[in-house]
């Protein structure tokens, strides 16, 4: 299939777009009119760009069967300031329920049932249900378009951050285990950061891996290893010392196989160099 977005209407496009980029990330935006009148509402265009300064994006679109604007939007144009949650699957039914198109001056906080804290630096209240929450200034709104469906991008910069301590690891760092955050699929698809979904992937900062293309002819044509086990034996500075041009047999391989899978790479090698 090849798809011309001039060509298909913009419902289909918009579809197609939100079932190929996924996961994507929620943020639970809440924000605050010039009279005082508080939204909360979801969006799942949104990530992070930079972190000195630390900035997040969020884009609350113009909707596309009527092109009028979300309230958020006119919001932060009258107050420039947000707080961004994170959602997690504990509080993933109240965030939709947030999403619901209420009359302006409707306090979603209320409706889903969702904690209202006061916030330290902006005006917004944050959500005292989420694990973590972005206190942010808009640095800039740009409109993508006037059409339905257009993004506006909502440019923040964060500056105050506020991490429940209950997710935190021994070091201090976030734990997925514990954050246990969703995002948003296709349709009315989501996906849990939990469990057997997480996984690491070896990336060295400071040395390059050899590349698949400097791996042994016998490993390269093995049909015992997937492309993502190959990738993971040319993640390395060198081969290690023996003898890469030894043929192992079918049963080594497949130890060899069963280290890489058990994350033990060094081991996979010296089995496979002999």
């Given at each position: 299939m090849i798809i011309d977005p001039k060509e298909?209407?913009?419902?289909?496009?918009?579809?197609?777009?939100?079932?190929?980029?996924?996961?994507?990330?929620?943020a639970l935006a809440s924000t605050i009119s010039a009279a005082g009148e508080v939204n909360l509402s979801p969006f799942s265009f949104f990530n992070c760009f930079s972190a000195n300064p630390p900035i997040v994006v969020f884009s609350p679109a113009r909707r596309g069967r009527d092109?009028?604007?979300?309230?958020?939007?006119?919001?932060?144009?009258?107050?420039?300031?947000?707080?961004?949650?994170?959602?997690?699957?504990?509080?993933?039914?109240?965030?939709?329920l947030?999403?619901?198109?209420?009359?302006?001056?409707?306090?979603?906080?209320?409706?889903?049932?969702?904690?209202?804290?006061r916030s330290e630096k902006v005006r917004p209240p944050r959500v005292g249900e989420s694990p973590v929450a972005l206190e942010c200034k808009v640095n800039q709104v740009i409109e993508l378009g006037s059409g339905g469906a257009a993004g506006n991008l909502v440019i923040c910069e964060v500056l105050l951050m506020h991490i429940n301590d209950d997710v935190l690891d021994a070091q201090g760092r976030?734990?997925?285990?514990?954050?246990?955050?969703?995002?948003?699929?296709?349709?009315?698809?989501?996906?849990?950061?939990s469990g057997d979904a997480i996984f690491s992937v070896p990336k060295p900062n400071e040395k390059v891996g050899i590349g698949i293309d400097q791996l042994p002819a016998y490993l390269r044509k093995?049909?015992?290893?997937?492309?993502?086990?190959?990738?993971?034996?040319?993640?390395?500075?060198k081969i290690p010392d023996g003898n890469p041009m030894h043929v192992p047999s079918e049963r080594t391989l497949m130890?060899?196989?069963?280290?890489?899978?058990?994350g033990r790479t060094d081991e996979a090698w010296k089995l496979l160099v002999g």
């Amino acid at each position: 299939m090849i798809i011309d977005p001039k060509e298909i209407p913009v419902p289909k496009m918009h579809s197609y777009l939100l079932g190929a980029v996924v996961p994507r990330p929620i943020a639970l935006a809440s924000t605050i009119s010039a009279a005082g009148e508080v939204n909360l509402s979801p969006f799942s265009f949104f990530n992070c760009f930079s972190a000195n300064p630390p900035i997040v994006v969020f884009s609350p679109a113009r909707r596309g069967r009527d092109n009028t604007t979300k309230h958020t939007y006119e919001n932060v144009k009258e107050v420039p300031e947000v707080v961004i949650h994170v959602v997690n699957y504990a509080m993933v039914e109240q965030a939709s329920l947030a999403s619901c198109e209420y009359p302006r001056g409707v306090n979603e906080f209320t409706k889903a049932g969702l904690t209202e804290v006061r916030s330290e630096k902006v005006r917004p209240p944050r959500v005292g249900e989420s694990p973590v929450a972005l206190e942010c200034k808009v640095n800039q709104v740009i409109e993508l378009g006037s059409g339905g469906a257009a993004g506006n991008l909502v440019i923040c910069e964060v500056l105050l951050m506020h991490i429940n301590d209950d997710v935190l690891d021994a070091q201090g760092r976030i734990d997925p285990y514990q954050l246990d955050a969703v995002a948003r699929m296709g349709q009315d698809y989501y996906c849990r950061a939990s469990g057997d979904a997480i996984f690491s992937v070896p990336k060295p900062n400071e040395k390059v891996g050899i590349g698949i293309d400097q791996l042994p002819a016998y490993l390269r044509k093995s049909k015992v290893f997937s492309a993502n086990e190959l990738a993971r034996l040319a993640n390395v500075e060198k081969i290690p010392d023996g003898n890469p041009m030894h043929v192992p047999s079918e049963r080594t391989l497949m130890q060899a196989r069963e280290l890489l899978r058990a994350g033990r790479t060094d081991e996979a090698w010296k089995l496979l160099v002999g």
